[in-house]
C-alpha cells in the first residue's frame, strides 16, 4: 500500500478508536468507574490527535473553509444516496431492526447536515459567516438545529429539552 493509502487507512484506524473509546467511557461512567471512564477519553483525546495529524500529512487534507465545507457536503450526499440506502435495505432483509434504525436515523440527519452545509457555502461565498446561533444535536440520533430546538426531534422524537449545546 502507498504511504497516502496508509495515511487514509490509519486516519479511518485512529478516528473509529476515538468514538469507540467515548462510548466505552459513558459505559464505564455508568458502572460506576470515573477513573476509568476518564482514562477511556484520555486515550480517545490522543487517538483525535494522531487522526487529525494523519490528516494534515495528506496531501491536501486540509484546505480552505469553503473547499472543507464542499467537501464534507459531498460525503453528506455520498451518505444520503449511495451509502445508507443499501444499506438500510440489507439490514432490514436481514431482519435486523436494531441496525436498520440506527442507518435510518442517521440517513434522515445526514440529509438535514447537507441543507446545513448548503447554507454554510451561501455564506461562506458571499464572505460571511452563519448568523451567530447556537448549535444543538439529538443525543439520540443527531439530528443537528442552528438556533432554538422548538419542537421534540424529527426524526426520533427525542424531547427538545433534551438537545445537547454546541460550544
Known sequence: MSTKGNLKTAFAGESQANQKYLAYAEKAERDGYP???RLFRGVAAAESIHARNHLKALEGGIKATIDNLMDAQGGEDY???TMYPPMIADAET???KKAARSMHFALE???VHYELYGQAI????EGKDLADAKV???PVCGHTVIGDVEDDCPV???KADRYIEIA
Open 35 to 37: 477513573v476509568v471512564a
Open 109 to 111: 440527519v445526514e440529509k
Open 94 to 96: 436481514d431482519g435486523d
Open 122 to 125: 451561501a455564506a461562506v461565498t
Open 136 to 138: 444543538r444535536v439529538c
Open 79 to 81: 451518505e444520503i444516496t
Open 156 to 158: 426520533c422524537g427525542c
